[in-house]
């Protein structure tokens, strides 16, 4: 059977920024919810509860302390390895832990999907408030670690209030996108873990953000904002310098970028998910 | 802007990929590639084409129609899950749905944890779900087990906190789908009550069921779908007979009549000539065709459709080889002026079918037309009963 009609019939949604944040904002107690039940869920059942945030990025730190600092001997400009490397995981694990499960936030919350509507962004925020919250805990072992290098953070630590927005507004564009994409190309799940360990080592977690040839520098910062964002910890918290201004704004420009393009990217996606999901 | 309760669908067309496709890599590339080398089109499948139709605020509707003839999918745009492919649908206000059995709810959050979620997805403030919160565990008679997870409900126990849930966090658009049929039956007369309350209190209340009933005691106009068009928009009564008329020449004409005992002929008249009425004696004449002697048990009916009857009368008879008249006298028919439909079937003494227990045929019965009372008084009663009263 075919059906014509001209184009001006067709269904188009109508969607005003102002509206979106209208909506988003009034269910902003549906991201509570599913965040706590996410919450809930994963320290409920797991034996070590809590500890679980701080263990994946200190197993990593010391991993990392060992092969870098004593074997491949990475230069840190006098930081001590250990909070250089802390400094680099904390944000590298929010973005991973956002994204990972971003991409399974609205695949797996399919009986909610088919019933009840609010804005589906709503799944990868909850995601994402999670993985802050995971940050926040495994931030008291950074001052764990300021205690056992007997180092004293900064006064210009400030500086990582806006470091920390820019890669919320980063793990927020991708994880959103990447809630709608997985809806439409399911087997992406089994290659985010791939990709996301490729990111880990070109991320410059392991290694200063100096490794990156100077010529690329800025480019390779708009690609990956993550790269800005933890030069600009290290100086401000580490080194008591501000961050570099350039880096820092090519980051927060990008990351924008991201996160309005992931999010608008996303809206166009949204109008099928239940035709398909 | 429309007026909270009330509904606007305009026009509206849905489509659904006809083709075989998964939501993988693989299959969207190869479908990509068709497109742009084979220049071949995608197929779709037809699911509702230009449904037009408005609900003003506190109306009840049903949504009548056979398996598959869009409904649920109706009910989906409604809700916002799903969008239309062309047209354009508001509604207005707040919506509680309870679309699938277990709507709203999750299965690994507790009783109590569904409950806030459910009512945080409405929009609605934490304490407001607080504050109804006793009112939602105990009509769906869940105090004991309401703080266990929801995956270790029994399915009625699930349809009855979804229910409970989506009819008492006062929606202004109430939408209910199939979801009677799980519920026990003094829940079942406990939710066409609160249909009622909810409606009563201003509600708007979009319905989809197969219990034709159901649709009589709480909604006054009728949409029928037919395979993803409207086929009837009228009061409820109507819409109902006109479906019964059209699920009934589908169960007649299904019912393969090679049992040992078959039914030949059937008539129904005014015992006394003229119209069938409902005050005035009624002859039903049958004719039955035997293969042997046989001492059998005769069963007639009469119903509103296809469903079950309002009345059956029985009689013993000794039915010889060959063709025999039967002829029955119904002494008054206590039913509404309408059409209905007279069963019949013949039984050995021990209760083995000879000729199963079927629709035979429509007539039409005039009389008295049952009052149309107000919207919350049930007019699930299908008879008439001569009633006086005094007033002092």
């Known amino acids: 059977m075919t059906v014509d009609l001209p184009r ?96 399974l936030a609205i695949v797996g919350n399919n009986a909610l999907l088919n019933k009840v509507y609010f804005p589906r962004e709503v799944f990868a925020i909850a995601k994402v408030l999670v993985a ?20 004293m953070p900064r006064p210009t630590s400030y500086w990582a209030i806006p470091m920390l927005l820019i890669m919320l507004a980063f793990a927020l564009g991708v994880s959103i996108f990447m809630s709608g994409v997985s809806v439409y190309l399911r087997d992406i799940r089994q290659a985010i873990p791939i990709i996301l360990q490729l990111g880990l080592f070109i991320t410059p977690v392991a290694y200063d953000l100096s490794y990156i040839p100077a010529s690329v520098r800025g480019i390779y910062v708009a690609i990956n904002p993550l790269g800005g964002v933890i030069d600009g910890l290290r100086r401000s918290v580490l080194l ?35 035709d398909v999901a | 802007m429309l007026p909270n309760g009330a509904i606007d669908v305009s026009h509206v067309y849905k489509r659904f990929h006809a083709d075989k496709r998964r939501a993988l890599l693989r299959d969207q590339i190869q479908i990509l590639r068709n497109r742009v080398v084979r220049q071949t089109r995608p197929k779709w499948r037809w699911v509702l084409r230009d449904i037009d139709f408005k609900v003003e605020a506190g109306e009840a509707v049903g949504l009548i129609g056979t398996n598959g003839s869009g409904k649920s999918t109706l009910l989906k745009m409604l809700n916002q899950i799903m969008f239309p492919y062309a047209g354009h649908i ?93 519920g026990d039956a003094p829940f079942q007369q406990k939710c066409l009550e609160r249909m009622r309350q909810v409606l009563e209190a201003g509600t708007t209340l979009v319905l989809v069921t ?40 589908y169960a007649v004409s299904s019912a393969a009549d090679s049992g040992p005992v078959r039914i030949t002929k059937v008539s129904v008249s005014a015992a006394e000539g003229g119209h069938v009425r409902a005050d005035a004696p009624v002859a039903v004449r049958l004719v039955v065709d035997c293969d042997e002697a046989v001492d059998a048990n005769l069963y007639l009916g009469i119903s509103e459709g296809a469903a079950t009857p309002v009345f059956t009368v029985s009689d013993e008879a000794h039915l010889p080889v060959g063709e025999s008249r039967i002829d029955c006298r119904l002494e008054q028919l206590p039913l509404a002026r309408g059409r209905y439909a007279l069963w019949g079937g013949v039984y050995t003494t021990s209760g083995k079918s000879l000729a199963e227990w079927r629709p035979l045929l429509t007539f039409d019965v005039s009389g008295a037309e049952l009052g149309s009372a107000p919207r919350a008084v049930a007019r699930l009663a299908p008879i008439v009963i001569g009633a006086r009263w005094e007033h002092s």
């Open chain 1, 240 to 274: 008591g310098e501000a961050p570099h201004l350039g880096i820092t704004v090519i980051a927060a420009c990008s990351a924008a970028v991201y996160l309005v393009g992931g999010y608008a990217l996303f809206k166009r996606m949204e109008k099928g998910l239940a």
């Open chain 2, 90 to 182: 508001d509604v207005g206000g707040r919506i509680g749905a309870l679309i699938e059995v277990r709507s709203g709810i999750h299965p690994d959050l507790s009783g109590r944890e569904n409950t806030f979620l459910y009512g945080s997805l409405l929009g609605l403030p934490r304490r407001e779900v607080a504050a109804r919160f006793d009112e939602i565990v105990e009509f769906a008679e869940l105090t004991d087990s309401i703080d266990r997870q929801v995956k270790f409900y029994s399915s009625g126990m699930q349809m009855r906190l979804g229910f409970a849930i989506a009819a008492f966090l006062e929606p202004e658009v109430l939408l209910v789908d199939e979801v009677l049929a799980v």
């Open chain 2, 210 to 249: 197969h219990d034709l009933t159901a649709f009589e005691a709480t909604t006054q106009r009728g949409i029928w779908l037919k395979d993803g068009v409207v086929a009837m928009d009228a009061p409820i009564r109507q819409t109902l007979s006109a479906y019964r008329d059209f699920i009934e020449t």
């Open chain 1, 8 to 103: 001006e019939a067709l269904f188009r949604r109508h969607l005003r920024p102002g509206k979106m944040m209208a909506d988003l904002w009034a269910s902003r107690e549906a991201v509570r919810s599913l965040a706590e039940r996410d919450w809930r869920a994963r320290y409920k059942q797991a034996v070590l509860g809590l500890a679980w945030a701080v263990l994946t990025p200190v197993m990593l730190m010391l991993i990392f302390t060992l092969v870098f600092k004593h074997g491949a001997k990475v230069e840190t400009d006098g930081m001590p390895y250990p909070l250089f490397a802390y400094l680099g995981l904390l944000p590298w694990t929010l973005f991973s832990t956002s994204v990972s499960q971003g991409v």
């Open chain 1, 132 to 151: 802050l919250i995971d940050m926040a805990i495994a931030m008291t072992v950074l001052f764990l670690l300021f205690g056992i290098n007997t180092f």
